[in-house]
């Protein structure tokens, strides 16, 4: 007769067999753990999508550090945030102990301490890593106004500015730039510009105004600004092995709506830019976006409309998605269910609401014979998790009791010397390290606005004709297209900004 399966090597036959996977640990049943028994999530099945959540000191981090590690030895580019710095340790080897070896044992695993190629990130000048930056325009009207919190007329009012500025060719790189064109747009000669196509009333602007002196004085203006990240940069290989990029955020911890806004101008930026790959045998990079409900908190249903479209379509581009939350009740059921792979940590249940986000979460997954899910995800030690992802097929796998594989770099920080180290060996310092203040839509009101320079009586021009005086004075636009120094201004940037300025879904520009 033929030898009888476990319940654990039962659960496991649903996985990927294949060594073209994500290994997560060993199944675990009646406390016991098979090493033989893989949790794995198919490579090609990646860019599918998934979310890792559970309560805080459970083990998301360090489930996170190994998601990276094995898709960066696949050759796959992974971006994340590192809010805490914990992450950093993915550039160095890790270190052996009895907690790591017995651990190994438990799964399986033939541990051994490992680097890995990271490049470190920052929002602006005042973080430790190579500071990276958005135009006002590329960044668009939606995303900005989530940062700002505007409502949805003052959000209005900004497209209604932007879609000015870009019919125009006043290019809006930094905050300034943003400003002078709201300020110009309230004067009598732009209330003038602006007759056909709506207005923008003074309360409405005073609003503005004052959000951007807020985010200025949180130093969003180092953040705005050019040269602007180019997403090719995210998607790189070192010696075959994809390269970690690190967004050091521990400087922006009181500004979330800043860093989570960001992290999806970058998931829109790759969304725009990347071409369609169908579907790949492994994606072409995963974005693991963590503390994922600021994303979430107080967005319009709009907002959260266009996250949902993005998520459905980016995987064409083959490009993975991971949100990274303490509840699965923290994303919104129509993003809740484009997302393949489910990676739960231990919930706690102390209070009606936690209760209540334990049974939404049980609904969440497939039955199973194998374990009374209300009481395993309240049951889960450090560095294990409930998961299910998406099979080679494309089902959905078993649930499974994971205890997860121990990551091989180092699961401590760095520090932040050797970061701005790093940092500054990187092939990205010089291209991102120094901020560029070409002329743009601030210069160019500023030279509309000045005073002309009075010229010697002898080289003043001769006196025009009759006809020529009857002729009407030029606009406030002509006048500013006019200038020498703004024609020059659009000859040298004629590459860069096309002939139209489109935007995409979340209104960041198309390049």
Request: charged share 20%; hydrophobic share 40%.
């Amino acid at each position: 007769m033929p030898e009888q399966s476990s319940p654990a090597q039962e659960i496991a036959a649903g996985y990927a067999t294949s060594g073209n996977a994500v290994e997560l640990g060993s199944v675990v049943v009646d406390g016991q753990v098979d090493a033989g028994a893989r949790v794995r999530i198919p490579l090609a099945m990646m860019n599918r999508h998934g979310l890792v959540a559970g309560a805080t000191g459970t083990g998301k981090t360090k489930t996170l550090q190994g998601l990276a590690e094995q898709l960066s030895n696949a050759g796959v580019p992974v971006v994340m945030a590192d809010v805490k710095g914990d992450l950093s340790g993915l550039s160095h080897p890790g270190a052996s102990n009895d907690k790591v070896t017995a651990r190994a044992a438990d799964t399986g695993d033939d541990w051994a301490p490992t680097a890995y190629p990271v490049q470190f990130l920052s929002l602006g000048t005042s973080g430790i890593g190579v500071p990276v930056r958005a135009t006002i325009s590329g960044f668009g009207p939606i995303l900005l106004s989530k940062v700002l919190g505007l409502n949805d007329t003052q959000e209005s009012t900004l497209g209604l500015i932007f879609h000015w500025a870009d019919s125009k060719g006043l290019p809006l790189l930094d905050t300034k730039d943003l400003r002078s064109v709201i300020t110009h747009l309230t004067s009598d000669a732009g209330k003038a510009d602006l007759q056909g196509i709506g207005g923008v009333s003074s309360a409405t602007a005073g609003v503005i105004l004052r959000a951007l002196s807020n985010l200025d004085a949180q130093g969003g203006n180092e953040f705005f600004g050019e040269p602007e990240l180019v997403v090719a940069d995210l998607i790189r290989q070192t010696d075959g092995k994809g390269v970690i990029s690190l967004l050091e955020l521990g400087n922006l911890q009181g500004k979330p709506a800043l860093f989570s806004t960001f992290l999806m101008w970058l998931l829109a930026e790759l969304f725009e830019e990347l071409p369609e790959e169908g579907d790949l045998d492994a994606p072409k990079l995963v974005f693991f976006f963590d503390e994922a409900h600021l994303l979430f908190h107080d967005a319009s249903k709009a907002f959260l409309d266009r996250i949902e479209q993005t998520v459905k379509l980016i995987r064409s581009k083959g490009v993975g998605v991971f949100f990274c939350t303490q509840l699965p009740t923290d994303v919104p059921n129509a993003v809740l269910s484009q997302l393949g792979a489910r990676v739960q940590h231990a919930l706690r249940a102390f209070t009606p609401d936690d209760q209540k986000a334990l049974t939404q979460t049980v609904k969440t997954y497939p039955t199973t014979p194998h374990y009374e899910l209300d009481k395993a995800l309240t049951s889960l030690g450090i560095g294990e998790a409930i998961v299910t992802v998406l099979s080679e097929k494309g089902a959905p796998t078993p649930v499974a009791w994971t205890r997860l594989r121990a990551p091989r770099s180092l699961m401590d920080t760095i520090g932040d010397d050797a970061i701005k180290q790093a940092a500054a060996a990187s092939e990205l310092h010089g291209k991102y390290s120094q901020a560029v203040d070409r002329e743009s839509a601030y210069e160019m009101m500023a030279q509309k606005m000045a005073p002309p320079a009075e010229q010697p009586r002898a080289e003043q021009p001769p006196e025009q004709s009759a006809p020529a005086r009857e002729k009407e004075e030029p606009g406030f636009i002509e006048q500013v297209m006019g200038n020498s120094a703004v024609k020059s201004f659009f000859r040298s940037a004629a590459s860069a900004l096309g002939r139209e300025i489109t935007r995409g879904v979340f209104g960041t520009r198309r390049r």
